[in-house]
């Protein structure tokens, strides 16, 4: 399967005729990154060096319907357990759009990220979008599975394939049915139908929905509805229901396994009061199954005393199963003009995990900054340091240096 793709990629670029490279425009970004950090095993100090690249080709054809894109990584611990060793590699995108392919369809193909409402896939496969047949519009897909172990893709055996048919030239409403399956082996691992909806309404309201059905295991296992208000155009209020039933490839040990299903409810409000202030209100209740039920609230005010400095004051409390929680947030953001950012932050959380346990607390400190170059160049920190049950003192951080062409 992988070399049919591979062959279908080579051809898509070879069929492009006539080429014409010196139109070509290539874009991106590469970010070169220094983490560090402590291992979550043995607490000893890790340092790497990460190369992020992302790149986009247009005007390929004289036509413009051909573009590439990708996106991958490279990384090198230079301090650690694994330290000096071989680069690591990680591709994540790597594919060619053609539009308007025999003018009825969109193609895609290699490695890309697809998303129905059924469920989502990173593969290495092919995409046809034909939005070319009346009121709906139909998508298909299929190719194999890409899910990244420590050191290599681990999905060399696992596949997917699905469709997706959606309502065109609606721009105030979108509706569509998914299907996806999963094959393991061979084996049909999942088999979900999906369907999303959402629909503006008089100016005042936004509806949205979308549920999933496992057909191997006969049951619903996610769904989602709310309703979205806009009284004034400073106000916004939300109702919303979630509840999912977890469920597992039908080639998984853990399928077996009994499960609950879990509930939640949210009510939400956030109003701009004044040019300089956002106040944001939220209560949700949640309910895990076997009389496991919490409540939280979250109450936020972000306060913005000049166009160049915002101040932000966060709380929320829950109580209920698993445990209960009393937190807060805050921090503070400066930037001049564009120039430069600077921000900084605390967390602290004061926690009961049961009734077998005490009270507990958690802070974390940060600070962050970004300082632009030049137009096109700029770069960034962030440090933070956590105190916990576990960690005394857990110093991270990332430099970053980021060139845009």
């Excluded at 009061?273 to 209100?281: F, G, M, N, T, Y």
């Amino acid at each position: 399967m992988r070399l049919v793709i591979i062959s279908a990629f080579c051809a898509l670029l070879v069929f492009v005729l006539p080429l014409t490279a010196d139109s070509a425009e290539v874009s991106g970004r590469s970010s070169t990154q220094l983490l560090w950090y402590n291992d979550i095993v043995d607490a000893s100090r890790q340092a790497d060096v990460a190369e992020y690249l992302r790149f986009s080709v247009t005007g390929i054809d004289q036509w413009n319907n051909i573009s590439l894109t990708g996106y991958g990584r490279l990384l090198w611990d230079i301090k650690g357990n694994d330290a000096g060793e071989d680069i690591e590699n990680r591709l994540y995108f790597l594919y060619a759009d053609y539009r308007n392919f025999l003018n009825v369809s969109d193609l895609r193909i290699g490695r890309q990220f697809v998303n129905f409402s059924a469920g989502s896939a990173l593969m290495d496969g092919i995409e046809a979008d034909i939005n070319d047949v009346g009121p709906v519009g139909l998508v298909v897909m299929g190719g194999r599975n890409v899910i990244f172990g420590e050191d290599r893709v681990l999905t060399s055996h696992s596949y997917s394939v699905g469709f997706s048919a959606y309502l065109t030239g609606k721009s105030m409403n979108y509706f569509d049915v998914s299907y996806l399956r999963t094959y393991d082996h061979g084996d049909i691992a999942r088999d979900i139908i999906g369907s999303s909806y959402k629909q503006y309404m008089f100016e005042l309201f936004k509806l949205y929905a979308n549920v999933r059905y496992d057909l191997t295991a006969e049951v619903l296992n996610e769904i989602l509805g709310g309703i979205k208000y806009f009284p004034t155009t400073d106000m916004m209020l939300t109702a919303e229901h979630y509840q999912s039933y977890p469920t597992f490839d039908s080639t998984s040990i853990y399928s077996v396994f009994a499960v609950d299903k879990f509930k939640e409810n949210i009510f939400r409000a956030d109003y701009t009061a004044a040019e300089w202030i956002d106040i944001s209100l939220s209560y949700s209740e949640e309910s895990f199954g076997e009389g496991g039920d919490a409540r939280l609230y979250e109450a936020g005010l972000k306060l913005r005393p000049s166009v160049q400095a915002a101040i932000g004051m966060f709380h929320d409390k829950r109580w209920g199963y698993p445990g209960d929680l009393d937190g807060y947030r805050i921090y503070a953001e400066y930037s001049n003009s564009g120039k430069w950012k600077a921000a900084s932050g605390i967390d602290y959380d004061v926690y009961n995990r049961d009734d077998m346990t005490g009270e507990e607390s958690a802070r974390r400190y940060w600070a962050s900054g970004r300082y632009t170059f030049a137009r096109n160049m700029s770069g960034s920190f962030r440090v933070q340091d956590s105190v916990d049950i576990n960690y005394k003192k857990d110093m991270q951080g990332r430099l970053t240096f980021d060139v845009d062409f």
